[in-house]
């Protein structure tokens, strides 16, 4: 069954508390922080402030946090973040000149690793850390922005990752999936191999409530 990371990204930062409250409320597990530099990415969002804030309210529910951290350098933040409560932080290799040791400092300070790839970053480049990490994310759009059109070529990347981490017995690293996620391509990635999906706009929109859009995609991927 696929675990539904429901991304704030874009939730109605007016009432962000209640927005997560309501998604917890449906059993949610985990919530994804997009955190991004307006340097590595073209857009700006949220720092460790937001995660503070947020911590009491997942905790309460038994879930987590995660970030996913869009910014350069992410080793400079890495501490504040786990120290404002995120429990897996997931850096982007392309940010990350000394990837094993930016994933051993994230382990040294108490949270899980989490390492992610651009679209176009080839596989390789994450080939030498995949036992160092907890998960890996795989974006399935440029990241920077939500509501963007999910990369139908990301597929055979998924089912390549899985089966490069099978190879390896890595069966407790989970892949993760990121961007133009929805009701229309969900049942793809899990075919493909994901076990959690973010979903941002697929959640918090205007079209229906948190609780009727995690409903759709429950059913969408086939439970
Ligand atoms: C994109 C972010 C995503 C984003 C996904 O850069 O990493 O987490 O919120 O948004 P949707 O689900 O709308 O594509
Ligand atoms: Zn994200």
Same mark, same amino acid.
């Given at each position: /069954?696929?675990?539904?990371?429901?991304? *704030?990204?874009?939730?109605?930062?007016?009432?962000?508390? &209640? &927005?997560?409250?309501?998604?917890?409320?449906?059993?949610?597990?985990? *919530?994804?922080?997009?955190?991004?530099?307006?340097?590595?990415?073209? =857009? *700006?969002?949220?720092?460790?402030? @937001?995660?503070?804030?947020?911590?009491?309210?997942?905790?309460?529910?038994?879930?987590? $946090?995660?970030?996913?951290?869009?910014?350069? &350098?992410?080793?400079?933040?890495?501490?504040?973040?786990?120290?404002?409560?995120?429990?897996?932080?997931?850096?982007? @290799?392309?940010?990350?000149?000394?990837?094993?040791?930016? $994933?051993? &400092? *994230?382990?040294?300070?108490?949270?899980? #690793?989490?390492?992610?790839? =651009?679209?176009?970053?080839?596989?390789?480049?994450?080939?030498? @850390?995949?036992? =160092?990490?907890?998960?890996?994310?795989?974006?399935?759009? =440029?990241?920077?922005?939500?509501?963007?059109?999910?990369?139908?070529? /990301? $597929?055979? +990347?998924?089912?390549?990752?899985?089966? /490069?981490?099978?190879?390896?017995?890595?069966?407790?690293?989970?892949?993760?999936?990121?961007?133009?996620?929805?009701?229309?391509?969900? #049942?793809?990635?899990?075919?493909?191999?994901?076990?959690?999906?973010?979903?941002?706009?697929?959640?918090?929109?205007?079209?229906?409530? @948190? +609780?009727?859009?995690?409903?759709?995609?429950?059913?969408?991927?086939?439970?």
């Amino acid at each position: /069954m696929i675990e539904i990371a429901p991304s *704030i990204l874009s939730a109605d930062f007016a009432c962000l508390g &209640q &927005q997560v409250s309501e998604a917890l409320a449906c059993g949610v597990k985990r *919530i994804h922080v997009d955190v991004m530099d307006g340097h590595f990415v073209p =857009n *700006i969002s949220m720092g460790p402030h @937001v995660v503070k804030c947020l911590k009491p309210v997942v905790a309460t529910a038994g879930a987590m $946090l995660e970030t996913h951290l869009m910014i350069e &350098q992410p080793e400079r933040y890495l501490a504040e973040f786990i120290n404002a409560g995120a429990e897996l932080v997931t850096v982007h @290799v392309e940010t990350c000149p000394h990837l094993h040791r930016t $994933l051993q &400092q *994230i382990r040294e300070l108490g949270a899980k #690793a989490g390492v992610t790839l =651009n679209p176009a970053t080839p596989l390789v480049d994450i080939e030498a @850390v995949l036992e =160092n990490v907890d998960l890996v994310l795989v974006m399935t759009v =440029n990241p920077g922005f939500g509501g963007q059109k999910f990369i139908t070529s /990301m $597929l055979d +990347k998924i089912r390549a990752l899985r089966a /490069m981490l099978d190879a390896r017995a890595l069966q407790r690293v989970p892949i993760e999936v990121d961007g133009g996620i929805h009701t229309g391509t969900l #049942a793809a990635v899990v075919q493909a191999g994901a076990a959690i999906a973010v979903v941002g706009s697929g959640v918090f929109n205007s079209r229906g409530s @948190v +609780k009727a859009n995690l409903d759709a995609l429950g059913k969408a991927a086939g439970g």
